[in-house]
């Protein structure tokens, strides 16, 4: 029989997702005739257009194997792995070996030139050849590092139970493959690392409820500003970089010095972020703001340009480009943060209870943002594998002034909401001696492309008489 006898050739290209979790199949094209066969192995934007995750190839490997019968594994690895065959045929077995609901699972499969598969770091792969002289190719994103873990299963486990298509006592097999332990002794490959910056602010003390087994880092632990800190970790160890750190005091950031701590945390070290990422194929989260724009356009869409007032917009802004660098990044502008700790609401309820009226702008419009309902769309993003960019994150709701959130504060509060006099900014401002930065008018955020990845903003109104109670 001829070796292109049992190549489906013409097939278009296309993707299947199977039972464990970024474990993909592909179609792909194969054009021949009686001189041979030709294929794109890999494209890598075609790939990407039908869900391959761009997960930056970094080694290309190559197995040749004599005979029928030849039978690897089941090894899994710190690396994700794109798997196709040059010559021949195997029948492939994939074990789900990451700790979570689906470790232990098993897909199976036969794979030709016609046929690639995608394996996710953590799960176990293993082939034996069904034909002589089959050639099996593998990309992987990763190097060999001295920390790497690895997990290994036996190849005849029971509890797997694979149907090999060759009895294993008939295969070809190492001897260190056989040694590999039983299902009940082996060690699950844990997640790789999340690292968070901003540890003790209003965002990162949110994520600490969600991502418990993260590290958390502030400025006395971990300067992200100063390119000397990164060198004592191995980065390919962490998956996710959270930025929950800023420079926020608008005003300061107008003096002199000021301006340079603005543009230290807010530009500079968000550029070392991005580089880590970028060099270690890990997601970047990078935290925005409205103040990155003038204020002059009302919903502020994810594609606006920049057109920051002062300093501090300017900062946020150059950091956002500084994000957008890295390959897997998710930027979520935001604005009008409530968490724990300082915030507007907090002092407006703390005015309240001491019978202080306070004057309050009304010429400043958006929706209050809650950490809670922020650190959860960052897990959405992550969960629902949605594609990387920038995404507006806000409460939901009617668009008010700052002097209609402190009423409503007041109001939820057991206190007279007439008790808050609106003025303008240029009023609020006008017997302040210090320096006053520029403030967007309009902050309020387009949600629409947030909502079509299957996320529901809470009403801003709903949020804050939780946060209250």
């Not at 060099?279 to 994810?302: A, Q």
């Not at 202080?356 to 309902?373: K, M, S």
Request: a negative charge.
């Amino acid at each position: 029989m001829a070796r292109n006898d049992s190549i489906e050739f013409g097939k278009p290209l296309k993707s299947h997702k199977t039972d464990i979790p970024g474990l993909l199949i592909f179609d792909i094209p194969v054009h021949g005739d009686n001189r041979g066969w030709f294929k794109e192995n890999w494209q890598r934007e075609k790939k990407l257009n039908i869900g391959l995750p761009d997960f930056g190839p970094v080694q290309n490997n190559i197995s040749y194997n004599l005979k029928r019968g030849t039978t690897r594994g089941i090894h899994a690895e710190p690396w994700d792995k794109f798997i196709s065959i040059a010559s021949g045929s195997v029948f492939v077995a994939i074990v789900d070996l990451r700790e979570g609901p689906t470790f232990g699972h098993v897909e199976t499969f036969t794979l030709d030139p016609s046929k690639a598969i995608f394996v996710p770091w953590g799960c176990g792969n293993s082939f034996q050849t069904l034909e002589d002289d089959t050639v099996y190719t593998y990309l992987v994103n990763d190097h060999w590092f001295p920390e790497a873990q690895y997990t290994f299963l036996n190849l005849g486990d029971p509890s797997v139970n694979i149907q090999w298509p060759i009895p294993l006592e008939d295969a070809e097999v190492s001897e260190k493959d056989k040694q590999h332990p039983y299902f009940e002794d082996v060690v699950p490959m844990k997640p790789r690392k999340i690292f968070i910056a901003g540890a003790n602010g209003q965002l990162g003390l949110a994520l600490r409820k969600l991502y418990p087994e993260a590290e958390y880092v502030d400025r006395d632990t971990f300067d992200i500003s100063d390119p000397a800190a990164y060198a004592g970790r191995n980065w390919r160890l962490y998956d996710i970089i959270i930025n929950a750190a800023a420079y926020t005091a608008v005003d300061v950031a107008e003096t002199e010095n000021g301006r340079r701590d603005a543009w230290q945390a807010n530009a500079n070290a968000v550029q070392l972020l991005a580089r880590i990422a970028s060099d270690n194929n890990i997601t970047l989260v990078h935290i925005s703001s409205d103040y990155v724009f003038d204020g002059t356009i009302s919903p502020h869409t994810e594609t606006e340009l920049f057109t920051p007032l002062g300093i501090y917009g300017q900062s946020k802004a150059a950091g956002d480009l500084a994000a957008a660098t890295a390959p897997r990044h998710y930027i979520i502008r935001t604005s009008w943060v409530i968490g724990e700790g300082k915030n507007f609401v907090a002092t407006m309820r703390n005015l309240a209870n001491n019978e202080v009226d306070p004057q309050v702008v009304n010429d400043q419009f958006g929706r209050l943002t809650f950490t809670t309902d922020l650190a959860a769309a960052i897990k959405h993003l992550f969960d629902t594998d949605q594609a990387y960019g920038t995404y507006n994150f806000t409460g939901d709701g009617d668009v008010v002034s700052w002097a209609d959130v402190a009423k409503e504060v007041y109001q939820l509060s057991g206190h007279k909401p007439s008790r808050v006099t609106p003025v303008s900014t240029e009023d609020y401002y006008a017997d302040n001696e210090g320096t006053v930065a520029p403030r967007p008018r309009q902050s309020a955020m387009a949600l629409d492309k947030i909502k079509a990845t299957g996320l529901k903003p809470r009403d801003w109104r709903i949020a804050l008489k939780e946060y209250l109670g």
